[in-house]
């Protein structure tokens, strides 16, 4: 037995005594678990004594490219597996047809105070039958694995290592103990799942490759409507099994060109030891002393092509040694997860299991143990759903074939969020699934602009799979006239360069999808009576003024900000190239005409920017806070009125509409967003309670609505929240601590970027003092900010005044590490 293992043995004999405990009570229970120090609670991961009653309550893993899910029930275990490109084909996309010579009269519409009959006539014109979601998300089969027993089951534990990306089941029988262990390698592309029990020959087990099965625990119309979708979209289901492999494969009904034909996967399943048969679609292991599976699907683009062969010589090549397979893959995963570590004193309390940390963690009283294993768990889940493409909905994972939103990428808030972490929370290299994944929709989006708007350039819908066409419309949804897609998407491509400074990138990607971008608005805008640029056709995502009850709207703030940024960032990466010496004036004529910020009398920054339309302050998103969701811009660092009004919308949010009906999890995202930048601390700290305690289950999977719903979102916003209030950047800028809130006294956290080519490779403070090690990839010269007057300073190279009180002039040398002590009062 190697070291490693036997660590894990006597780990789960902790586990065999700490149970044993149960049964002299629940408070006998709760004093031994918080005092046992042999609960295998991985150092960086959580354990849970429950098994998931539905799939939104599995166990995840994954590489990217495949996802797996495991329910984690000791004799009935279902791993659900789907691809990163399992999107279900639901026929030929819809182009939407040209009819930008019609676009006046949406206009004329709207211009008349029309909102309701302007979206009903934009539909009209589209053509649809209804609304159109792009193709969904959907798994591909199921793994069953029935095993036998002796004896009641007992000692029930399952656990995830987020540093290794291992989720793992214990139980126990007559015999001793049993264990699964299932990680999606990063290293080989396949999914390793190993069995052991507790010595030769003990484990008889049955397993088979079967289409996805929803538990009876699902809601009955969901089953029905999934049972239904799959029966018309899916056919020539063939599942086999030998004495080595299981298959799985079938086909889609309406598959079309570009989309996948069909699905293969195969299972090459090893067992030492074990006498194995295989009748139909079932392999039945007697006997063994372990059990290896390695397991891989593909997508296939090809009609009428197997691909079968090929991953079973794949597979076959590989060797089955569990430790081997398992060194490769932790290697490059536990490398992408450990560039970032929190502790804000979460202490002994990470030794309890998630079910006591949910249960205990209160509004009045924020576990800190629960929010570093938010932190990282949502660190975890979507460096583990990232593959070619960025995060859908639900990342990787799926349950089944009618998920909600059609777990797309919905661009209008739910995928900025769950990328809100990569470049902060140094993972970079992430973020060019999402760039890629966006340049590879630009013919579409391109079409959006010409035949919709009549523009030149190109946009980004609200929803997008397979294509990037605008089919977000309904007689009561104006979803296809949000006109930010572009623009918001084109942050994320210039915040990857001042992150990295990738001058190439810079050039060959983030310059050509700017520039687009801001072509279609050069068509798209027209002059009001007041000289100012009208938007119209407008949206606030999914929001409509209460004096209207219409989401069709004019001079949405989002859009304006939006192409505000756009705007800024142009000019100054021109500048920077010395390129578009002809446009620069053209944009900078634009950015003069921007409808100017207005108040309600709340003095609140009004979501759209007209006095036709009021506010409706009760909505979920808060898209008009769109300024701040990344950084303090220039514009409203002069504007201390504008950051009133701004500060009041979260304020009133977090306050007022929570308490009554709640919030979606993205939502509170994008108030604590533009908290941190408001410099609010407390405020920030008050969405982080929200987000910690209302969105999360015992298996460490986010979601969508309180504590249901599968979703990605706020794994990546709530870490990007996090760290905003502990840092801040902008390119030769670094601020220590710009919304810490009184409630974490002290702390640490290590390995953030910052813009410029920064790492924080660890920052700690406590009372009156902050400890900060800096590395800089280049020579440069930055601007160091802590929170209040700094009353010294010590660190390597010269040191001089800056501009404020709280701030130095720091030099950091290339590729070396550089610590300041700063005392603070």
Partial sequence: MTSQAGSFVAEWLGVLLVFSLMLIGPDAWFAASEAAAGLPVPERGFVSDTPAETWEQGLISGNGAIGANALSRPLD????????????????????????????????LIDRGL??????????????????????????????????????????????????????????????????????????????????????????CSMKLAPRQLSPKVDPKTIEHSNARFKTHVHDIQAEADTSHLTFTNKFTKAYPGSIQSMDGVARVVAPGAKVTAEGDTMTIRGADRVLVLLRLDPVYKADTS?????????????????????????????????MRLDIGGGADHKKTTEQLLEQSTNENLSRALTEKCFDAGRYNIISCIGELPPTLQGVWAGHYVPSWASDFTQNGNVPSAIAALMRGNNPELMLAYTGYIESLVPYLRVNARNIFGARGHLLPSRTSTTGYNNALAPKFAGGMWVAGSAWAAHFFYDYYLYTEDKQFLVKHAMPFMEEAALFFEDYLYEGPDGKWVFNPSTSPENFPSNTGSQACLNSTMDIDALRELLTNLIEASH??????????????????????????????????????????????????????????????????????????????????????????????????????????????????????????????????????????????????????????????????????????????????????????????????????????????????????????????????????????????????????????
């Avoid at 079973?312 to 893959?329: C, I, V």
């Avoid at 700690?764 to 300073?793: E, H, N, Y």
């Fill in 77 to 108: 275990e279902t791993i659900i597996f789907t691809h990163e490109r399992m999107f279900l084909p639901m026929g030929n996309p819809v182009c939407p047809p040209d009819t930008s010579a019609r676009l006046f009269e949406v206009r004329r």
């Fill in 115 to 204: 909102y309701d009959q302007a979206v009903i006539h934009a539909f009209k014109l589209s053509g649809q039958d209804g609304f159109m979601y792009p193709d969904p998300f959907v798994p591909a089969f199921d793994m069953r694995i029935k095993t036998s027993a002796k004896g009641a089951v007992r000692d029930y534990m399952r656990s995830v290592d987020f540093q290794t990306g291992v989720a793992a089941v214990h139980w126990a029988d007559d015999r001793g103990a049993f264990e699964r262990r299932l990680f999606v390698s990063r290293a080989d592309g396949v999914a390793v799942l190993q069995i052991t029990g507790p010595g030769k020959g003990a484990i008889d």
């Fill in 307 to 339: 691909t079968l062969d090929a991953i079973k010589q794949m597979l076959g090549e590989l060797d089955p040694d569990y430790d081997e397979l398992f060194k490769r893959h932790a290697a490059i995963h536990g490398e992408m997860f450990n560039r």
């Fill in 576 to 825: 920077m190239l010395g390129a578009n010496k002809d446009k620069i004036p053209i944009w900078q004529n634009m950015l003069s005409k921007l409808p100017d910020y207005m108040y309600n009398d709340q003095g609140m920054v009004k979501e759209w920017l007209t006095p036709k339309l009021d506010e409706a302050l009760n909505h979920r998103h808060s898209s008009h806070l769109y300024s701040l969701y990344d950084g303090m811009p220039d514009y409203l660092a002069r504007d201390a009125k504008a950051r009133e009004g701004f500060r009041k919308i979260v304020e009133h949010k977090l306050e007022h509409h929570y308490k009554k009906a709640g919030f979606m999890s993205f939502g509170v995202v994008q108030l604590g967003q533009a908290a941190t930048s408001l410099g609010e601390g407390e405020l920030a700290y008050q969405a982080m309670v929200r987000l910690v305690n209302s969105y999360w289950l015992h298996n460490m999977a986010s979601m969508h609505n309180h504590r249901s719903l599968f979703n990605m979102d706020i794994s990546g916003g709530m870490p990007a929240v996090l760290i905003k209030m502990l840092l801040e950047s902008a390119p030769g800028e670094v601020t220590l601590l710009p919304a810490l809130p009184k409630q974490w006294p002290t702390g640490t956290i290590e390995g953030a970027l910052c813009r410029g080519q920064i790492e924080v490779e660890k920052l700690q403070w406590g009372p009156g003092k902050i400890r900060v090690t800096l590395l800089s990839g280049k020579d440069q010269t930055i601007t160091l900010t802590a929170p209040a007057a700094i009353k010294k300073i010590t660190g390597k190279g010269p040191i001089k005044d800056a501009n404020s009180n709280n701030a130095r002039r720091v030099t950091l040398p290339k590729n070396q590490s550089v610590m300041f002590e700063i005392v603070i009062q």
